[in-house]
């Protein structure tokens, strides 16, 4: 058995979830986004989202590394991300990408960032053959395999994790595969995307990268 339905079809994916959050580290108060809820297996505001239920939903293997990437934006103020596994409230395993930067308000440090579930969109990239969207990207898959190369060095993570990133981002931005890919390559050869390790939160990169590109008009 393949997963296919009744009459041949392949179940349709769970598209990725991108939750948002902003994290105040002076009075330890979180604010999350409903798919935030949804991605750690709640209801929207059935939970009051604390430091320690974040770090209790992270897989114990990752804990440590969660942990180096509060301490690097809390204490150096680096931007941070990081590819991990995430324990549901319904003990379901996801894998995630969390990635944030920090910024002030009014003189209080604010963290914003975000965390994008590609659980199911990172399965369906291993098979991508069976993806009817790589039809489309056929004449420009040089370029795409660029920018998945663009988000293995910023983000460490593999090419498999890069393709599912990208449809993410697509999704998140209401915006083509290959259009993000464009924009990522043509940034990256003017060594204007961030360094690596230092990578902010995904929209905010790609809405600084659309700002500084005029042919693309900004955002739509």
Same mark, same amino acid.
């Given at each position: 058995? $393949?997963?296919?339905?009744?009459?041949?079809?392949?179940?349709?994916?769970?598209?990725?979830? +991108?939750?948002? @959050? *902003?994290? &105040?580290?002076?009075? /330890? =108060?979180?604010?999350?986004? $409903?798919?935030? @809820?949804?991605?750690?297996?709640?209801?929207?505001?059935?939970?009051?989202?604390? *430091?320690?239920? +974040?770090? &209790? #939903?992270? #897989?114990?293997?990752?804990?440590?590394?969660?942990?180096?990437?509060?301490?690097?934006?809390?204490? =150096?103020?680096?931007? @941070?991300?990081?590819? #991990?596994?995430?324990?549901?409230?319904? &003990?379901?395993?996801?894998?995630?990408?969390?990635?944030?930067?920090? =910024?002030?308000?009014?003189?209080?440090?604010?963290?914003?960032? #975000?965390?994008?579930?590609?659980?199911?969109?990172?399965? /369906?990239?291993?098979?991508?053959?069976?993806?009817?969207?790589?039809?489309? @990207? +056929?004449?420009?898959?040089?370029?795409? =395999?660029? !920018?998945?190369?663009?988000?293995?060095?910023?983000?460490?993570?593999?090419? $498999?994790?890069?393709?599912?990133?990208?449809? !993410?981002?697509?999704?998140?931005?209401?915006?083509?595969?290959? /259009?993000?890919?464009?924009?990522?390559? %043509? !940034? !990256?050869?003017? /060594?204007? %995307?961030?360094?690596?390790? &230092?990578?902010?939160?995904? *929209?905010?990169?790609?809405?600084?990268?659309?700002?500084?590109?005029?042919?693309?008009?900004?955002?739509?």
């Amino acid at each position: 058995m $393949d997963g296919r339905r009744a009459g041949g079809e392949l179940p349709a994916s769970r598209p990725a979830l +991108v939750g948002r @959050f *902003t994290y &105040r580290p002076k009075t /330890d =108060e979180w604010w999350w986004s $409903d798919n935030m @809820f949804r991605i750690h297996g709640f209801d929207p505001g059935s939970v009051v989202p604390t *430091t320690d239920l +974040v770090m &209790r #939903h992270i #897989h114990p293997d990752d804990v440590d590394r969660a942990w180096e990437s509060r301490e690097a934006v809390v204490e =150096e103020k680096e931007p @941070f991300s990081f590819l #991990h596994r995430l324990i549901t409230a319904t &003990r379901a395993e996801q894998v995630v990408l969390a990635a944030g930067h920090l =910024e002030d308000d009014d003189g209080e440090p604010v963290v914003n960032g #975000h965390l994008i579930d590609i659980t199911d969109v990172r399965e /369906d990239a291993v098979n991508d053959e069976l993806d009817s969207a790589v039809a489309e @990207f +056929v004449g420009q898959r040089a370029v795409i =395999e660029q !920018a998945k190369g663009v988000l293995m060095q910023l983000y460490s993570v593999d090419a $498999d994790t890069a393709w599912a990133l990208l449809r !993410a981002f697509s999704a998140d931005t209401n915006r083509k595969v290959r /259009d993000i890919a464009g924009l990522l390559t %043509t !940034a !990256a050869s003017a /060594d204007v %995307t961030p360094v690596k390790g &230092r990578a902010p939160s995904a *929209t905010l990169m790609l809405e600084r990268l659309y700002v500084g590109n005029p042919a693309d008009g900004g955002p739509r």
